[in-house]
């Protein structure tokens, strides 16, 4: 077994590896780069050495200082995790002449499976099902058309050597097909270094079910059953299951078969995935295999009882598959849920920033959540936007859908937009509580998972009132404490007037809806009034924003946290944000061109798509934008004219910048 071994990744998969190498007596190497220089992983690590600027192109993705950092701190094997290098046969070849194991597939394997086109080839020889397009070499456009054309819409292109939901699009009609082709081949190239496509039937209400595999240098493959990833958003996966609902015991070992098939015909050697997309008669056909470990593989291990990585360091060591395939078994159900920092009513938009508040659920035998951020670390737009996976298991799926909602309900993010409350509404939508899956769930359960923004209740408002009323009292004591005179009553904030108590206005703002909350001071406990009803009301922090509540006698406990003039609070698993408004201050008119067009996040302008002084309609694109390796158009906000555009093709812009001067036509608006 190896005594050290590099991690060639970052975030949460590098803490995930360490902390198995930790558990097994391995010492670890952490790469960063500039961005990461106080990242989690690199605290987490026994060494850590910087490997250049924030870009990846820059850093994680440059093989010969990863390899030079193994060589010089004697790191005798590199885990490359997931993304990055992870499928990269050239960095893979490198490690080899450079007497580093690769933990991973062999060269030849990761040349087999690096295309999707040359991977669908060896399937069909070996005689697993393969899902009808072009999986050809000819690139030209017009010839990809007619492909297209002659397999029937809808169709998906797809990146050859891609993943992750990258450098993929689904195409309708005929008409759509040259723009949807250039967009996905400007992201692969972006991210994969590589413009190769592939056309493919887009199956109506498919789902998305992989298999997860393992093979020796000894000749041992097994397959640790599938996974369910059907719920999607652009192609990239919201939340997994393990096993997947519905799965007759005859179909899990047909589909096992094939991957195994699949993983025998190139010689496979470690951890790797088989992604099949099937019918919902129950049919199945091969789409691609991961040559990597998964970012979805706790919810493997949490079925199996099984350490993946450690399978992982095991093989990768020479050793023999720990079990064999009659030795495995599933236990319970489990689901995995992506935090991540993104805005699910902005088309999920990536968020960037800093962390103010960060506060899992506590971990326990149900509950499990890897991440490679803590409280106050940077959310930064040079990398995927990822906050943490939340992992929960029980005996039956009903049971883990339960601990689901309440490991959500008790997730606290501020700081970044997140997507916590979109996963909760999954969780608890009724189709994906009947198991009724396919890939275009969102979208065809949009009404539910989406909603009309409501109004707060009641009971957010007065808590929030009551909180900035019990922060006063503790800066005024902070105050007094610090003054010369700590026992002077002019330091207390007890209301008292000679003439009788003194009345407050808290006045706050949750979106477009201002409200005042009037409080009084009745001993230790406070009067509130809001819209006409009177209660009184309590309360105490026992942390820095954890309030204990006792509103009329029902007594709950929230959090509430401060961040400049916004206060969140958590209360009953929601997530409301209200802002504190100084009756004192007056806001100006605003300012900035009317019809003035922001970038949402830092990026790049890749493409300027309507012409200067061109009048378009509402919504028709003007420019793209990419960021966080992901396109984003910037569409026209109402009918106009494009007056100038503010940056160049290649440009990088800073988040808020103005992109487009833009002239509202006030007589179609």
Known sequence: MFNKILIANRGEIACRVIKTARRMGIRTVAVYSEADAGARHVRLADEAVCIGAPPPKESYLVADKIIAAALATGAQAVHPGYGFLSENEDFARACEKSGIVFIGPPVYALRAMGSKSEAKKLMEKAGVPLTPGYHGDNQDPDFLRQQADGIGYPVLIKAAAGGGGKGMRAVDRSADFPDALASCKREAASSFGDQHVLIEKYLQRPRHIEIQVFGDSHGNCVYLFERDCSVQRRHQKVLEEAPAPDMPAARRAAMGKAAVDAARAVGYVGAGTVEFIVNQDGTFYFMEMNTRLQVEHPVTEMITGLDLVEWQLKVAAGETLPLRQEQLAIRGHALEARIYAEDPDKGFLPSVGRLIHLAPPAETLHVRVDTGVEQDDEISPHYDPMIAKLIVWDETRERALARMLQALADYRVVGVSNNIGFLSRVVACPAFA???????????????????????????????????????????????????????????????????????????????????????????????????????????????????????????????????????????GVCFIFAAIDPLFHAGSGGGAEGGLTAPMPGKVIALIAAVGARVEKGAPLLILEAMKMEHTIAAPASGVVKAFCFNVGEQVSDGAELVEFEVDTKSS
């Open 434 to 572: 009947r198991a009724e899956l396919d890939t275009g769930l969102i979208e065809r359960e949009r009404a539910f998972l989406f909603p009309e923004a409501a109004e707060p209740p009641a009971e957010a408002w007065l808590v929030a009132a009551l909180a900035e009323l019990i922060r006063d009292q503790q800066y005024a004591a902070a105050d007094a404490t610090a003054s010369c005179d700590p026992h002077s009553p002019w330091h207390q904030r007890d209301g008292w007037r000679v003439n009788g108590n003194a009345r407050r206005e808290i006045r706050l703002r949750c979106g477009e809806t201002e409200k005042v909350v009037n409080a009084g001071y009745a001993g230790d406990r406070f009067a509130l009034e809001f819209e006409g009803c009177s209660t009184t009301a309590a309360g105490r922090f026992t942390g820095s924003s954890e309030l204990r509540v006792d509103l009329g006698g029902r007594r709950i406990n929230v959090t509430v946290v401060s961040a400049n003039e916004r206060r969140h609070v958590f209360i009953d």
